[in-house]
Each structure stands twice: as C-alpha cells, then as structure tokens.
C-alpha cells in the first residue's frame, strides 16, 4: 500500500510540474499575442486596400496595359506556398494548414503533383517536416524566416516568386495560409498570388455605377511600375503577419486547455491518494485491533 501511495504522490508532482510549465508558455503567448495581434490588425486595412487598387486597374476594360505578372498562362508548373510554424505545442494548427494544402492540391494540382510539376515553398518548419516525409518537390531556402520576421526578409520570398514567374519557371503561385480572427478562431484559407488575380466582373448596373474609376497622375504605366512590387511583396507579409498572429493565439488557447487539463487530473489524482490512504490506515487499525483481541483472548 505504501508503494501505492509514492506512485500516487510521484503523479501528483509530476503533473503539478507540468501545470507549471503549461500555464508559463499560456502567459508568454498571450504576450507575444498582443504584439502579433495589433501588427496583423494594423496591416490588413492597407493591405486589402492596395490589392484592391491593384485588381481594379488591372480588370478595367479600358485597360491597355501588358502587365507580365497579370499574364494568365496554360497552368504547368505550380508553387504552393505553405505557412506553418516552427514549433508544436499549437493544437491542431500545423495540422489544420497542412490539411488545407494537401486538399487544395489533390482537387486543384493532382496532374501537376503526379508529373512532378508541383513544388512546395515552405515556411516554418512543421510544413517542410510533412511535405519531405510525404516526398513532395520542396523549397525550402525560406523555411526559417519566421524565427524573425521582418518586411526585408519576407521580400525575399516575394521577389523569389515574381522573378520565377517572370522566367516562366512557373504559371501558378498559391498561398496557404492561418487568417487571425480573434485567439480562439482561424480561417484556414488558400489565396491567388500569381498571375495577380483580376478583380470579378460587376453584373448588376447598380454595383456598375458604384464601381470606382481611378484617375492616374502620373500615368497608369509608371503608377503600376512602381506600385505593383510594394502591393505583392506587402501582400506576402500580410498572410505571414496572420500565420504568425495565428499560431500565438493557438498555442494560448491549447496551453490554456492544457492548464485546466492538468488541474482536473491533479484533482482526481488528489481524490485517489486520500482514498488509498484512508485504506491504508483502516488496514493498519484492523491489524492492531485484531492483534490486541488475539493477546486479550
């Protein structure tokens, strides 16, 4: 009984260890949370806007502009863009993104996966981790910028993928992604990266009306000469700013369930031990008592 009762309280540390370490790690994500949270809330207006800017000019029907990274191509080779995080302790995120891309390729892409045609860029290490295991084609010069992330260094993979476009050396650019909502809730979504997506036709005469007509000073060539490469490398940072935001407010929420977890079980854990001991000391108690009516009788 006594071997019982260590075994029990050895538990009862152990999993009080553990509660310690998971409420911790629930606390510095909530911090780093709050930053990551007001740069993607910060971001996104001008991000959405530009994109918006952009697909208006490039859908115009008055439009004369042969823009390269606008040119729609027979789809060959695709590079799925892939954003996870660098380490676990996330719930089901990893698996959730990784989820997402798996089915966007074997609806979208299967012909290209199956002819070797389709390459996975990855960033964050979880992503790269599956898709090597499941043998995928993978870039991978990218797969540590989230261990600092900063708009020089997300440039890169943007001006990596324009230039590849440009060269021919793909037709198709896909992003997917974590887009933050609030701690608890992430939308899993894929997103058109390259050729810059056109803005969708305006049926009604209403909405027609409505539509904005950009006048363009200086002129509409060197407006988009210029502007165009901010609005793609911005849209880049934006989907890493979300992904980032995305995996703090995971990792909080599955610390947090950790904690209540942990607490429940040392409660049990507690009920247990007083149990075994209160037996304990019964057996103890009917052996003296048997022992003093042996001596008595």
Same mark, same amino acid.
Do not use: W
């Given at each position: ?57 490039? *859908? ?50 299967? %012909?290209?996966?199956? *002819? ?51 060269? %021919? ?8 992604? *974590? ?119």
């Amino acid at each position: 009984m006594s071997g019982q009762l260590k075994e029990v309280r050895q538990r009862i540390a152990s999993v009080t260890s553990t509660q310690q370490i998971t409420n911790a790690m629930k606390m510095v994500s909530a911090a780093k949370l709050r930053r990551a949270q007001n740069a993607i809330l910060d971001m996104r207006p001008y991000a959405q806007k530009l994109q918006g800017v952009l697909s208006n000019i490039i *859908s115009a029907e008055s439009s004369d502009l042969k823009i390269a990274l606008a040119e729609e191509r027979e789809m060959e080779k695709v590079i799925m863009v892939v954003i996870t995080s660098d380490r676990g302790t996330c719930g089901a995120y990893n698996a959730n993104v990784i989820k997402k891309a798996v089915e966007k390729i074997n609806s979208s892409y299967l %012909k290209q996966k199956e *002819s070797g045609n389709l390459s996975v860029l990855t960033i964050g290490k979880k992503g790269y981790d599956y898709f090597k295991r499941h043998n995928y084609t993978i870039i991978d010069e990218f797969m540590s910028l989230l261990t600092q992330i900063s708009f020089e260094e997300v440039k890169k993979v943007a001006d990596f993928l324009q230039k590849a476009y440009l060269n %021919k050396e793909v037709d198709k650019v896909e992003l997917v992604y *974590s887009q933050f909502q609030n701690a608890v809730v992430q939308n899993f979504i894929t997103e058109d990266y390259l050729p810059i997506p056109k803005k969708e036709k305006i049926e009604s005469e209403e909405a027609k009306e409505m539509e904005t007509d950009f006048l363009f000073e200086p002129s509409k060539e060197e407006l988009i000469e210029n502007l165009m490469p901010i609005i793609l490398n911005t849209q880049i940072y934006k989907a890493v700013l979300d992904a980032n935001a995305s995996e703090h407010g995971a990792r909080m929420t599955a610390m947090d369930k950790a904690t209540e977890n942990a607490n429940e079980l040392i409660r049990e854990l507690k009920i247990s031990y007083n149990r075994a001991r209160q037996a304990a000391i019964t057996t103890e108690l009917t052996e003296i008592v048997s022992g003093a009516a042996a001596l008595n009788g």
